[in-house]
C-alpha cells in the first residue's frame, strides 16, 4: 500500500541507471572506462576524455518527450552547463536515453538516430521557445540563451535522442543478449544474476569513493569470464565466501553436535568461530546448488561418501600411530585435535576439481559431524559418551 510518499519512482530510476549503465558497458567498447554521476548520469571516456555522457530518464508510467517536455530542458540544461565551462567537446556524445516516447515532429523527434535527423531545424525550434516566458522552465532556457550560436549549434549537433527504451525489468534480457555466450543456455539467468550482483556492489563502492575510479569494459569482461569458468563441467560457482551470519556466534550457548565436537578436543574458541562460518557458508552454497539445479543427481551424496572415506583411512592411519588408552582424555584430544587440523589444513577433497574453495570440504565435514548419530567425529569417544547423554537418540 502506497503511503502518497513513494520514493519508489525514483529508487526505480536509480536502480534503472545502474542496470542500463551495466548494458552499456556490454554495447561499448572494452578499452572505455564508464563513471556514475560524474560529469553525468552516466560518463565514458578513453583514457581521461569524455566520449559520451548519457542522461538516463525512467518512467513507470507512459510520459511524452515534448518540446517544453521537462526531461528535455533540465538535460539541456546539464550540457549548455558543461559546454560553457568547456567540459565537454564536440567530439563528445550525448545521449538523453528515456522510456518516454518523442512525438511525430517533435525536437526530440529530430535528434534520434537516422535519416529525419535534423539538428539544425530542432536548434531553430530550441531558440524559439527558449525566449519564451516559461517560469517554470525559466533557468533551463537561461543556461540554454547563455551559450554563443555556434556553441548552441555544436551542442543540438552533438545531442542524440534514444527514447522508447525498455524500462527496467525488459534491459534484464538485453543484457543477456550480450553475455549469452558465455556460457550454457541453462547458466545464462545464474551467470547473469552473479554478473549484477558483482556489479551492483561494484558501482557502490565507485560512488563511495565519490566516482574518482572509473570502471573499465576490461573489468567487467574480466568478471564475466570468471563467473563463467564456474559453470564448465569441472567446476561449480562460489558465492559465500564474504558471508557472515547476522550475528556473531555464541560458542558457549551453541550445542549443535559439530560445535559439542570441536568443544570435546579443546579446540580454542577462534578456530570454533571460523569452523561455524564454514558450517554456514557450505550450507548456504550447497542449498543455492540444489536450487538452482547445478548439481548432478546424487552428486551431494557420492562427495560426502568421499570425504568420510578419505576421514576413516587417516583415522585409522591415526590409531595405528597413537595408543589410545580407555580413560586418557588428554590423549584423546590430542588424536582428536590431529584428526581436526588434518580437515582443517592439510585435506584437499574437492567436490569437482575446479571447486577450491576450502569451505565447502570444510563446512561439509562439519556437517557430517552435525548429524543425529553423527557419521564424522574428532573425539574417539564423542558417540559414546553422546549416547549417555542422550540415551534416546
Known amino acids: 500500500m502506497s503511503s502518497g510518499f513513494s520514493a519508489g519512482p525514483q529508487a526505480l530510476g536509480y536502480l534503472y541507471q545502474i542496470r542500463y549503465a551495466l548494458y552499456l558497458t556490454l554495447e561499448n567498447r572494452e578499452e572505455l572506462q564508464l563513471s556514475i554521476e560524474s560529469l553525468d548520469d552516466v560518463t565514458f571516456d578513453d583514457q581521461g576524455t569524455p566520449t559520451e555522457l548519457l542522461q538516463l530518464k525512467h518512467h513507470v508510467n507512459q510520459a ?3 518540446n517544453r517536455s521537462r526531461d528535455l530542458w533540465k538535460t539541456i540544461r546539464v550540457w549548455s552547463s ?3 565551462d568547456e567540459l565537454v567537446s564536440s567530439n563528445t556524445l550525448l545521449t538523453l536515453v528515456t522510456t518516454g516516447l518523442a512525438p511525430e515532429n517533435s525536437i526530440s523527434s529530430l535528434l534520434r538516430h537516422g535519416t529525419d535527423r535534423n539538428p539544425q531545424l530542432a536548434t531553430q525550434q530550441l531558440r524559439s521557445i527558449a525566449q519564451s516566458d516559461t517560469q517554470s522552465l525559466a533557468k533551463e532556457f537561461e543556461a540554454f540563451n547563455a551559450l554563443t550560436d555556434s556553441e548552441q549549434e555544436q551542442l543540438v549537433d552533438s545531442i542524440q535522442i534514444i527514447d522508447a527504451s525498455p524500462q527496467i525489468n525488459d534491459v534484464v534480457p538485453r543484457i543477456k543478449q550480450r553475455i549469452k555466450f558465455s556460457v550454457r543456455r541453462e547458466h545464462l539467468h545464474n551467470l547473469y544474476e552473479r554478473l549484477e550482483g558483482w556489479w551492483f556492489s561494484k558501482v557502490v563502492n565507485h560512488l563511495n569513493e565519490e566516482s574518482a575510479v572509473p570502471i573499465s569494459g576490461f573489468e567487467v569482461h574480466d568478471k564475466i569470464c570468471d563467473i563463467a569458468e564456474q559453470f564448465k563441467p569441472d567446476a561449480l560457482p562460489i558465492d559465500y565466501f564474504e558471508l557472515q551470519p547476522s550475528e556473531p556466534p555464541d560458542i558457549d550457548a551453541d550445542d549443535r553436535r559439530f560445535v559439542m565436537q570441536l568443544k570435546a578436543i579443546a579446540i580454542n574458541n577462534k578456530r570454533i568461530e571460523k569452523a561455524i562460518l564454514d558450517y554456514y557458508r557450505a550450507f548456504e552454497q550447497r542449498s543455492r546448488w540444489a536450487r538452482e ?6 552428486e551431494i551424496e557420492q562427495y560426502e561418501k568421499k570425504l568420510i572415506d578419505e576421514w576413516d583411512r587417516y583415522r585409522l592411519m591415526l590409531q595405528d600411530e597413537l595408543i589410545l588408552e580407555d ?6 584430544q590430542q588424536f582428536g585435535r590431529r584428526l581436526y587440523n588434518w580437515v582443517d589444513q592439510t585435506a584437499d577433497i574437492r567436490i569437482r576439481p575446479q571447486v577450491a574453495e576450502e569451505y565447502v570440504m ?22 559414546e559418551r553422546l549416547a549417555q547423554l542422550l540415551p534416546t537418540s
Do not use: M, N, Q
Open 82 to 84: 558543461l559546454t560553457k
Open 64 to 66: 511524452s518527450l515534448t
Open 293 to 298: 539445479d547445478l548439481l548432478f543427481s546424487d
Open 327 to 332: 580413560e586418557d582424555e588428554t590423549v584423546h
Open 362 to 383: 570444510r563446512g561439509s565435514y562439519h556437517i557430517l559431524a552435525d548429524k543425529i548419530s553423527p557419521i564424522v567425529c574428532w573425539h574417539p569417544k564423542f558417540v
